[in-house]
């Protein structure tokens, strides 16, 4: 992503975090420049025309100059915590924050803006599903994925998190490999290290 110099509507959408919609929608009002490929109607933004874009409209612009995906791991038990911190470390593809509590998670998701919610569903003031059920009601938050990991087994309450929102669910204990490999596919990366 970082030698890119232009982008596609949809590659601007996953950097800024929006939707396409709403960079087509920039883009036919002027306030996102770029030009059109001749004969067609392809639409495509210079880098520094999106780098603009982003400053002008308060967009945090390091995922367009770090190449990385952002991940926040939320769960209260904070030797996991740290377990799946190191495994994003070692793949070396990710900018990690983590929080320990709902409260916390809510705050950083609107604050950081990750791409990525490893959500703990069993938190001590909130539960995973009302997470998934808040993320879900903003907008802006449209492209963040969430992967919820909890040691409860009952399949409904796993289907009740994906209905509240959640992209994904991992059964605790797992394999760190395995939880880095799952977020990977989550946000369309190519995993760094061979697991």
Do not use: W, Y
Request: with cysteine; aromatic share 6%.
């Amino acid at each position: 992503m970082t030698t890119k110099t232009v982008f596609t509507t949809g590659e601007a959408a996953k950097i800024c975090k929006v939707s396409q919609q709403t960079i087509i929608r920039c883009f036919d009002n002027g306030s996102l420049r770029g030009f059109r490929v001749p004969g067609s109607k392809f639409r495509r933004i210079p880098r520094d025309h999106l780098f603009s874009f982003m400053k002008e409209n308060g967009i945090p612009t390091d995922a367009l100059e770090s190449g990385k995906k952002k991940v926040l791991v939320v769960d209260d038990d904070q030797d996991l915590v740290d377990l799946i911190c190191d495994g994003f470390k070692r793949d070396g593809n990710f900018e990690i924050r983590t929080a320990n509590n709902g409260f916390d998670a809510g705050m950083q998701v609107r604050e950081f803006r990750p791409d990525l919610v490893v959500l703990d569903v069993m938190l001590p003031d909130i539960n995973g599903k009302e997470v998934c059920q808040r993320v879900r009601s903003d907008s802006a938050l449209d492209m963040v994925k969430i992967l919820c990991i909890s040691g409860m087994v009952e399949q409904d309450k796993v289907e009740e998190l994906k209905v509240a929102g959640a992209n994904d669910f991992m059964q605790k204990p797992f394999a760190i490999d395995d939880l880095v490999n799952r977020a990977c596919e989550l946000v369309d990366l190519e995993r760094n290290v061979s697991s």
